[in-house]
């Protein structure tokens, strides 16, 4: 940016022009302000206000950032999920609206189930063990991650939210020994390790995003490793990618689970496949 001193509304224009979004250019100028991400009501009132030269120049360098493919949400250090705003950073992949699908089902699933045992596999910034606990007070949620870094910004969340969830160190439901599970949850990584989609994502953990030539590898351990941490009537419920609903269906039917169905996402995209552990007759 020129050293021109800029109008609040001149530098959301400015940022556009630049190739940002017009959200993204008010959240990230609401940040370099000092204001709250849904604050942008003040932005209009205060169009004409001058910006100081530290404002402009914060705001310059995250709009670069932004316009570099890294997520709002690492720039701003915050993200709203299921009502909850979670801190977030470059250790744990940025939370998706899309995701929000899986913690409804979930809920839906539950909706009988007095306090449910749940458990939240690859739990990043504890996004859905999160939203789970506070949907579901009467729950007893647990989350795993095989990243230490995760765990600090998930258990972090929790603390500063006020959740009780356990945290587990280790690789899907390894560490959870013998438990069974009214629910298991989970937002694995599940894009091929040689897609060209990951340059875009490049500011986010490879290891929550890329999973094996055909990106099932995780999904694969977790579907045959469920099956020994299923309550009778429990449910799997998994989040994809857009063309492996079929895969993940098969996956499920194998090995033995019942109700096998498919959601879509926020684009009408079948995104999350779940099935029920069989009842006990
Ligand atoms: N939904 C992300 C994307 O493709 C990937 C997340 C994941 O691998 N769990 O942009």
Known sequence: MSVRVLTVAQAAAWGQT??????????????ALGRAPH??????THGDDWL???????????????????????????????????????RVLDPRADTEILVEWALSCLADVPTPDLVDLGTGSGAIALALKHSRPD??????????????VASANAERLGLQVVFHYGSWLSPLETATFDAIVSNPPYVA???????????????????????????RVIVREATQHLKSGGWLLLEHGFDQAHAVQTLLANQGFV?????????????CTGGQWPKMK
């Open 193 to 219: 390790s040689d897609d060209a989609h990951l340059a875009a994502l490049k500011h986010e953990p490879l290891s929550a995003l890329a999973s094996g030539p055909d990106g099932l590898d995780d999904i």
């Open 39 to 44: 604050d942008r009501a003040w932005l209009l």
């Open 18 to 31: 630049l190739g940002l979004p017009r959200l993204d250019a008010q959240v990230l100028l609401l940040h």
């Open 52 to 90: 100081d030269d530290s404002v402009q120049a914060t705001f310059a360098n995250h709009a670069q950032r932004r316009l570099n493919t890294e997520p709002v949400s690492y720039i701003t250090g915050q993200k709203e999920f299921f009502g909850l705003t979670l801190h977030v950073d470059k």
């Open 139 to 152: 729950a007893s949620v647990s989350a795993v991650d095989a990243s230490a870094d995760a765990l600090a």
């Open 259 to 271: 109700n096998v169905q498919s959601r879509p996402d926020l684009a009408g995209i079948l995104r």
